[in-house]
């Protein structure tokens, strides 16, 4: 069956570094791999989508790859601050009807 | 700009009770989607919708009904409502399924089932 996975369930990193989250699968082939950021109490929002032929991927301080050999995207932002806090979350769309989403890497960005 | 209009907010049934969460968007998309998401677990699909007078069973659509009598509203029905259904339910829409378009959420019904 699909599975996906992210790297950990929490992660916290220092103000102004690069945090790094990893969105892993398995039995699955997706032609679109998308972020989401997730605030307490709210619903998810989109943030950056990239195809299964591109690389990488940037928007501002975000930069997301994706490699469809090791079945496996990365997800960084670059000089964190602390309003980067929240819950981020990797979704594959394979021209379906519906997306499969992982479960959700909580980052905190300390001061 | 309204988006996606989930209500009610909050919610606290007992076991056995029925009811029916909103759902409605301003955005003329032709899909919708009912997630329901616990902690740790990530969004679970229960029913998606992909037109009016269409809709299909996701992951996980026991206990759930579904109708889509208009583009815009898209109800979640909860017969004998059951403790495991505990949870906070959102719902989605996107326009059709090329290009990779993103999914508009919600900001949820968290319901309690006691």
């Known amino acids: 069956s699909q599975k996906i996975e992210q790297n950990s369930e929490a992660l916290n990193i220092q103000e102004g570094k690069t945090a790094t989250l990893t969105c892993n699968y398995t039995?699955?082939?997706?032609?679109?791999l998308q972020w989401y950021r997730q605030d307490p109490g709210r619903g998810p929002v989109f943030l950056l989508l990239?195809?299964?032929?591109?690389k990488e991927k940037r928007k501002e301080r975000l930069k997301v790859t994706f490699d469809t050999t090791l079945k496996q995207s990365l997800f960084h932002i670059t000089a964190s601050q602390p309003a980067d806090s929240a819950t981020y979350l990797c979704?594959?769309?394979?021209?379906?009807?519906?997306?499969?989403f992982g479960p959700g890497t909580r980052l905190s960005v300390l001061p | 700009n309204a988006g996606v209009t989930q209500t009610p907010k909050f919610r606290i049934l007992k076991i056995g009770q029925s009811m029916t969460l909103q759902c409605a968007q301003d955005m003329n998309h032709n899909y919708m989607y009912w997630y329901r998401q616990d902690p740790g677990m990530g969004l679970k699909l229960i029913y998606y919708s992909v037109g009016a007078g269409i809709t299909d069973k996701g992951e996980v659509p026991n206990g759930y009904n579904v109708s889509r009598s208009t583009t815009e509203d898209f109800p979640l029905r909860l017969e004998l409502a059951a403790p495991s259904q505990t949870s906070v339910y959102f719902c989605?829409?996107?326009?059709?399924?090329?290009?990779?378009?993103?999914?508009?959420f919600g900001d949820g019904t968290r319901l309690s089932i006691l």
């Open positions: 979704a594959l769309d394979n021209y379906g009807q519906n997306f499969v």
């Open positions: 989605a829409s996107r326009p059709g399924t090329g290009t990779g378009q993103p999914q508009h």
């Open positions: 039995n699955y082939s997706p032609a679109y």
């Open positions: 990239i195809r299964e032929n591109e």
